[in-house]
């Protein structure tokens, strides 16, 4: 977030040191006022193509085995561009490269999740999905199995068929 800031400011700088050798070099006949206006401008464009560009450039950065599943895009009122094209500000990864099964429950995975968010610390919560009954227990607060490795009825929540996780998660065995 930091050094997003001084690229902000960076890109004020340089856009008004542009804007200030074109005055001088048109003889100072444009506005005193275009260089800060240029300058907020630019701040504004730059903050606005790293708003854009952060799904991608972070989506690009992930290792092997962690599948994007769902994406959730923005829309706000003090960004009204936002209306016309929403961004990404976070999603879910399944990390489908450690996935755990258990040959005595084969409709059943234990995957990783890792929730991205924009301005959000990476978070990590261990999930199992049961792809016949369409359900999902989080084990973030630990879990009581069974000695055959099942879970108490108490812990599963009703998921959609189409839920794009859960989907991501039995379509990767």
């Known amino acids: 977030m930091f050094i997003e800031l001084i690229g902000v400011f960076m890109a004020g ?8 050798l074109i005055n001088i070099a048109t ?13 907020g401008l630019a701040m504004i464009g730059t903050t606005i193509s790293n708003e854009y560009s952060w799904y ?18 923005d829309q706000s009122f003090y960004r009204p561009w936002t209306y016309a094209y929403p ?13 755990r099964t258990n040959p005595a429950l084969p409709d059943q995975r234990m995957v990783d999740l890792y929730f991205f ?16 009954a369409n359900r999902r227990a989080d084990l ?12 108490p009825e108490d812990a599963w929540r009703a998921v959609a ?4 996780v859960l989907q991501t998660t039995c379509k990767a065995a």
């Open 140 to 151: 973030i607060d630990g879990a009581d199995f069974a000695p055959d490795g099942s879970l």
């Open 87 to 99: 961004f990404v500000e976070r999603f879910v990864a399944v990390d489908t490269g450690t996935m």
């Open 161 to 164: 068929p189409d839920d794009p």
């Open 27 to 39: 003889g100072r006949r444009l506005p005193k006022w275009i260089i800060p206006v240029a300058a």
């Open 56 to 73: 991608d450039r972070t989506a690009g950065n992930l290792p092997d085995g962690l599948t994007i599943a769902q994406t959730v895009e």
């Open 117 to 132: 968010g924009r301005w959000s610390p990476i978070s990590k919560g261990p999930v199992v999905f049961d792809c016949a």
């Open 13 to 20: 700088i340089a856009v008004a040191g542009v804007v200030m």
